[in-house]
């Protein structure tokens, strides 16, 4: 049984495409905000690699830290330099400068600035609380601050953003003196005053109210209101510790801001930002705002998982849109239900968000999504029989721990081996590892490996820093003289996650390893041609690793060829 796609509650985002209203900036803070959430912490790559997973869904402004904070962050920066984004713009973080110092003289000032950065965005006081007990400060002195350190960092070339801290909390203890702080950002040359919900504990009608009052009381959108310069915009910043920061940045875009700020899943502090992916499918599905770019909002499942995956989490199977719950239908009358009419229970289409219907009592949907993805480039647009086989082979392997979302790569290799097309380029005889551990000593790593290419047997010896580094040093001096393009092949990434943590140390343990093609005549430091990513699962996490190794360069001697 298939279901029936052509009727929906909701239109397709393309077909939204010429008729969509006012544009909704989206700035993601997921490198920032999002690192602040319990158990969360990303690399120098993971960071660039989000920040270009990023730019390619659409995003405006992608915040990328604080450079005074930590090397990583200085490093980030940095390196964004080097890569092209066709749709974001970079925004470094930081706070206002220091009581009774010059902004010009202050480190947090100075490093904002030599961040390079187009964005700053400058977090200053607004609670009048805060003002007095946190920071200690008078509050013109406050005020002072405000102005000074957006002014230098204006001036120094930068666009600047101001985040009212605490705004809504200040706003209802002392709404005049909210309201100074941001006039004071006014003066300093802000272009955007984001209103912030830092304890997420607002209501939605406070907010909306609240947004209406700062539109109104600083002439906003009012083409009537004469300024010798443009009036900055507003944008809003919410956390969800009374669960409504979607209900709450949605309620501050109706009152007229024209920015939303939050992360991807919704990681952060305590209980975490409001979530983009959300308010991304709600503002062009529901609202009909323009928001990221063409028809990304396709890819909003795949960046879920995929930050889910660096982040070393769990994603939330039932998470709005994006979850694998989501379209999955189980009880028997929805199932019939909406085999028939598609919308009866669903409120939108799967695909509109890059998600998919489960029937969970059959397992017969997802088909159509390895056609979309792979089909033309294996020759399965039209095999509906090879689809479904495929589609079993992946929830078998889906059941054992694997996970092909972020490991394409062995996604592929899935195919060819289910299409019948897998090239056995070699046999392995065995491998081994021997760690040899002295007092305190560091440990020495030895991997052998005997297999056979073609007619010709290798057994091979390398060392290395654990038996990982020691393997593939190994099966690289096995192959290298039969496939010299592996080395092209660079290990840039290497994650490792328990899938069945009650397991405990016989836990069954999921490997994803990320690889680098770079040119072979710049060395293993040129310049990157593409990236890919293999998965191993084992309760032995040497053996995981070794089928992601493996796969890794079955995979690119596969694209490149094996001659």
């Known amino acids: 049984m298939s279901a029936d796609h052509t009727a929906t509650a909701t239109p397709s985002a393309a077909d939204q495409s010429a008729s969509l ?30 920040a270009q997973r990023l730019d390619r869904l659409g995003v405006d402004y ?12 200085v490093a980030f920066f940095d390196g964004i330099k080097n890569i092209n984004l066709e749709n974001a713009k970079i925004c470094a973080f930081g706070m206002t400068r220091r009581k009774g110092i010059a902004a010009a003289d202050d480190p947090g000032m100075r490093a904002l600035v030599a961040s390079g950065a187009p964005v700053i965005t400058i977090v200053g006081k607004t609670w009048d ?41 200040g706003y209802r203890a002392n709404p005049e003196y909210a309201l100074e702080t941001l006039r004071a950002a006014v003066g300093g040359g802000a272009t955007r005053l984001i209103l912030c919900d830092t304890n997420g504990g607002s209501l939605p009608d406070e907010v909306r109210k609240a947004t209406e009052h700062v539109m109104t009381s600083l002439g906003l959108g009012n083409p009537t209101v004469e300024s010798p310069t443009p009036a900055p915009s507003l944008g809003i910043h919410v956390h969800n510790d009374g669960g409504l920061a979607v209900a709450n940045s949605l309620a501050a875009i109706e009152a007229g801001a024209v920015q939303v700020q ?10 975490g930002n409001v979530d983009l992916l959300t308010m991304a499918a709600n503002l062009r599905l529901k609202l009909n705002y323009e928001c990221l770019t063409g028809t990304t909002l396709g890819g909003l499942t795949d960046i879920s998982r995929y930050v889910y995956e660096l982040a070393n989490m769990l994603p939330t199977s039932n998470q709005p849109y994006v979850g694998t719950a989501a379209f999955a239908h189980k009880g028997g009358m929805h199932v019939h239900a909406v085999q028939r009419i598609a919308h009866s229970y669903e409120h939108v289409s799967p695909e509109s968000v890059g998600n998919v219907r489960r029937v969970l009592v059959s397992e017969l949907s997802g088909a159509s ?81 005997k297999l056979l290419v073609g007619d010709a047997l290798e057994h091979r010896v390398a060392e290395g820093d654990g038996p990982v580094n020691a393997l593939d040093g190994a099966l690289r001096k096995c192959l290298l003289p039969h496939f010299p393009q592996l080395a092209d092949v660079h290990l840039r990434d290497y994650r490792v996650r328990v899938v069945n943590p009650t397991a405990e140390s016989a836990a069954k343990v999921r490997v994803i390893a ?31 690793s070794w089928e992601a190794i493996a796969d890794a360069f079955v995979f690119h001697l596969i694209e490149t060829g094996t001659e």
Not at 62 to 73: C, R, T
Not at 262 to 271: D, F, H, K, L, V
Request: proline share 2%; net charge negative.
């Open 62 to 73: 992608i915040e990328g830290g604080y450079p005074l904070s930590n090397p990583k962050d």
């Open 262 to 271: 939050g992360t991807i899943n919704g990681i952060g502090e305590r209980c």
């Open 129 to 169: 609380l805060h003002v007095d007990e946190v920071i200690r400060v008078s509050r013109d002195e406050n005020l002072a601050m405000i102005v000074d350190s957006l002014t230098f960092c204006r001036e120094q070339g930068a666009e600047v953003f101001y985040d009212a801290e605490h705004f809504f909390d």
């Open 514 to 544: 990320e690889f680098a093609v770079v040119d072979s005549n710049a060395g293993s430091d040129g310049r990157t041609i593409s990236r890919f990513s293999t998965i191993g699962v084992n309760e032995n996490i040497v053996d995981a």
């Open 369 to 449: 999504n390895i056609s979309a993805t792979l089909g033309e480039k294996f020759g399965i647009a039209e095999d509906k029989e090879l689809q479904r086989k495929i589609l079993e082979k992946v929830q078998d392997r889906e059941h054992e721990g694997y996970q092909y979302e972020v490991a394409t790569a062995s996604f592929e290799l899935l195919l060819h081996e289910v299409k019948g097309t897998l090239p056995q380029l070699w046999d392995l005889d065995h491998y081994r590892c021997v760690i040899f551990k002295h007092d305190s000593e560091p440990a020495i790593t030895e991997a052998i490996v």
């Open 21 to 50: 209203g006012r544009r909704i900036e989206v700035y993601d803070t997921t490198l920032r905000d999002g690192t602040q959430g319990e158990g969360v912490s990303f690399s120098l790559v993971d960071k660039l690699n989000i």
